[in-house]
């Protein structure tokens, strides 16, 4: 059964930090990249960071740039997302997402909230 489960989400003080993972079962985690998406209430979706397959690529969106961390460990089949001088925009439910070919796979979402 393909799985892919978030967590670490909840609630932060501006300017604090948070590390989600995304745990993969099911599937070869290590031919697909790793996307990680939130939506923010009354926005769209926006694509925070990305990972290839073996790690030799990786993005950011610019609202995150220098304060976020996408890595993954192939061998625990789980992604993560290290968060650090969070703001109160950075507010949403984040969804990891994996995709090689035309193969990808959600997770069920996670809530940040970053608030005083």
């Known amino acids: 059964q393909v799985q892919l489960v978030e967590s670490g989400g909840g609630l932060v003080q501006p300017g604090g930090s948070l590390r989600l993972s995304c745990a993969a079962s099911?599937?070869?985690?290590?031919?697909?990249?790793i996307m990680w998406y939130r939506r923010a209430p009354g926005k769209e979706r926006e694509l925070v960071a990305s990972?290839?397959?073996?790690?030799?690529?990786?993005d950011y969106g610019d609202s995150v740039k220098g304060r976020f961390t996408i890595s993954r460990d192939n061998a625990k089949n789980t992604a993560y997302l290290q968060m650090s001088s969070l703001k109160p925009d950075d507010t949403a439910v984040y969804y990891c997402k994996a995709s090689w070919s035309l193969s990808e796979h959600w997770g069920q979402g996670i809530q940040v909230t970053v608030s005083s």
């Open positions: 099911g599937f070869t985690f290590s031919n697909y990249r």
């Open positions: 990972i290839t397959g073996a790690g030799r690529r990786i």
